[in-house]
Nanobody, 124 residues
Framework: QVQLVESGGGLVQAGGSLRLSCAASGRTFSNYNMGWFRQPPGKEREFVGAVSRTASMTYYQDAVKGRFTISRDNAKATVYLQMNSLKPEDTAVYYC?????????????????WGQGTQVTVSS
């Protein structure tokens, strides 16, 4: 079992930056590829990106490539989402999640563990 708790969300102006953290409890954190998803208001949850178990590989959706960076620290059982050059369309609730599938897996159904989410609001 892995419990996940996100933090770091908030209100930021367009062009600004935020770093989200996702702290995991449980001894098996390093067994999972970790992903970030987001759910904009009135829309379905969508894949943002993921990082492999050893942090050797990352994968992003096209809309965030070059702006967002996912990293992890297995010693701290934490995964991060660094978001730069934020746009109003990045406004969403952001979730971290763990999966045993490949980091290219985009379906929420393939993720086993989820955090409660943290709100990110980007003003224009």
């Amino acid at each position: 079992q892995v419990q996940l708790v996100e933090s770091g969300g908030g209100l930021v102006q367009a062009g600004g930056s935020l770093r989200l953290s996702c702290a995991a409890s449980g001894r098996t954190f390093s067994n999972y590829n970790m992903g970030w998803f987001r759910q904009p208001p009135g829309k379905e949850r969508e894949f943002v990106g993921a990082v492999s178990r050893t942090a050797s590989m990352t994968y992003y959706q096209d809309a965030v490539k070059g702006r967002f960076t996912i990293s992890r620290d297995n010693a701290k059982a934490t995964v991060y989402l660094q978001m730069n050059s934020l746009k109003p369309e990045d406004t969403a609730v952001y979730y971290c999640a763990g999966t045993r599938f490949a980091i290219t897996t985009k379906s929420p159904d393939d993720y086993d563990y989820w955090g409660q989410g943290t709100q990110v609001t980007v003003s224009s």
